[in-house]
């Protein structure tokens, strides 16, 4: 049933407008722009056509089929839109997905928003229509091009690349906003492959859309935002299930009392002990990130790199500053290694690097220096990757202005196209160098490498990715 | 005697290079770029010009006044640059202070190296010349325009906005090049007010350019990136009298024993404990960060914003989602309070909000919902920062599409110009919308408002203000 949800045939927008300033223009804009090459039927009975697409008075009115309807027009006009839903469902009976993205609803917690979500749900299940929201900012899947958020992400389509194989679910509608706006503006922009904004949950919920993404061979991992889930033990059960065919990662909100208190004066479902949330996450193998940037550095990580067999990361850097700093993001977390390399990997690295590099002190690190070539740098990396007590390399450099920094990125992604895939092991690249290596980090992303700019954030990807590996690793024992 | 190294009236750039892929040449074109109003003497024998600057075939043979010498050639050059110096200094006896960029110094800790280094200093000390270095980036004063180092961040000059009142120093040359270029991608690009990479501090150290800037009326705060330092007893009696003046931020790595490691075999110097560093940063009331990013966000906001006169914090938020990550964020830190606000401020505050507004739940909260208009972002604003028990304003908004982001961002301007200059409380602007609300960002940081894409960023740099703010009012008491 959700099939309609990212492959619908015909789109009909309630709410639909010709105003750019509004939520019913970008909807449709954004249809537009995407080139989604299915029918879509803005229904505003003031307006001829929008962007090209011919206008209708009424749901009713449109003469194609239509599977989702898409509401947008302010909560109080439910109540004639659900009669003109009425109206066309007992003469064509088509539509089977609703998506709510008006807010105003029973999250008010007014008799007026409990009454109008009554109606919107009543009218649904008299028919069997699924429903998504009220109060989101709607849903999105990049491969059917479907897109009925009315988000500018401020990023030209055009600039963004393939779909990647990332699903985000979220319960908070600007949080969604903010994980689609943050990833767009990304050295390159995060294409996400499916991503929904659930709002109220007053149908379609966590499990229905993780139950889903299960079995959608185009999602290889899942980001969740999530304030509270009412069946937590339906949930662990889930998670359980899904995290043994590929990584879930989750932003759960309400760490704090404090954090729990908005959280429920929020969307009034309690949020519950984080305490047990957080041991379930642990037990059902889900990864759970902090911070938003972690969230959407994570899901990347995921999408591209192999899950390392095991947590020794070897630090492989081009500059003694920031690989100190490395060094202490990476000791921050107990559960990685810097391993003891060979002594053969050292005589080779030795024999491949500058007289005056650092190999190997303290252990499991290198420093190739700052008048490293894009030689020195791959041939170093190779090496080190090579060497069985390497799981995974964290690699810095900070591209001084005198190396080339194309020829650099063009060799890196030589290097990792030199491993077969099952023999590929997680490299989190480090560029520190702003807006100057704008363009190698360009050419490394879309050759599907995992790019940061500082430190900090590849050793947090590197620790979720290791935690994840640690989590299948013990499940098989 | 460090004046000349801010405010020189003759650069001789020894290692000029006419081949743009050159540090020598980066070197020159920064100056050219900048339109650094003194003199500039590129030495180099094969060249006639360079970038339009006439050539020199060697130090001795500039006619004009030299003050500062940069050194960029390669380190085996010393002795003959030193010969070259030698002969300047017995006729003209003009040169005050040497920035030697070059590395392959003492830091290598090989006899070659350390040879080097003694022929650079022994030279210097000979005529009373000041060192900088070596192995570091160089030195920028961005109201005098002297840049010598060889760092091209990505972004053409007229970018920049206004010098900053931010000084920074670094040890590391690597991390002050990232610090320099990541301040150069943010959405209004940071123009450091002093930058000096000091290298193996063979002569100028810390203490020297901290007195210097404690002087300085145009450094407002003071950052420095730290691996280590041989008198602990000076550096603590040098920030403590420092702190009383002006901020200081510190990144010090080495936190770990692994990181400490690869200090001691990186600059030689040992690293100390990290824990005596931990209490002296406290006991001076130096603010200590963790990550760049932390570093330059923390470093803006002391730049523009009033220290805090208490650590309560109230939330003002126009989404939920957010809003609660953000509260989590903020109860993180013990240290930081969500004021009770008086019922006028309540009251007040319910009357310029929409009605589905949650009004203080919990106390010192408040989300004015995704439909709240620029009036009632910005009229709760200024009725929350008008009550007494708020000491600074956390402020999120995600701009959705059909917020006319410019009004929101000039109202905000207005707002925070309306009050008088003693009246000021921090308010730190989460905008929480990517490449979208570049134009509203843009607008702000351009009036001096500090803003961040997402609420944790926020948070860390109030609760870095709040901790100075508290270490002045400990010390007053």
Redesign the interface.
Known sequence: MLDQLFRPEGIAVVGASANP???GY?ALRNMREKNYPGKVYPVNPKEKEILGYPCYPSLQAVEGHVDMVVLIMPSRLIYSTMDDLDARMEEKGDVKVIVCAA??YAE?K?PE?IDRQKRLMDGAKRYGIRVVGPNCIGVIDNRSLVDTT??????PFEAFGEPTGIAFL?????????VL?????RVVPVLYNKFISIGNMADVDFVDLLEYLEEDETTKVIGL?M?GYHDGKKLAETFRRLTKKKPVVV?K???????S???N???GSMAGSDRVYDAMFRQSGVVRV????ELIDTLQAFDRLPVPRGNNLFLYT????????C??A???WPALH?PVVSEETKEKLRACELP?S?IC??EG?A?I???ASPKNHVDGLKVVLEDDNVDGVVFIT?V???L?QKELAEALVAVEKSFPEGKRKPVYYCV???????EARAIMEQNGLCTF??P?KAVLAAKNLCRYGAYLREREA
Chains 1, 2 share one sequence.
């Open positions: 300033a509004k939520a970008v807010a105003d008010t007014t928003g009315f988000v500018d992400t401020g990023v979220s319960q908070s509608g600007a949080l969604a906003c903010s706006m943050e990833g767009a503006a935002y304030e932003l909100v309400g760490r704090s009392d404090l954090g208190a908005a959280a004066s929020h969307t902090e911070t938003i940037d081009q500059a003694g500053g920031p690989g100190i700093y060094t202490d990476i000791a921050a810097m005056m650092n002190q303290p690190y420093d220096t700052a008048s900070v001084p202005t005198f080339p520190m160098a702003g807006a100057y290596t704008k700019n500082t900090d």
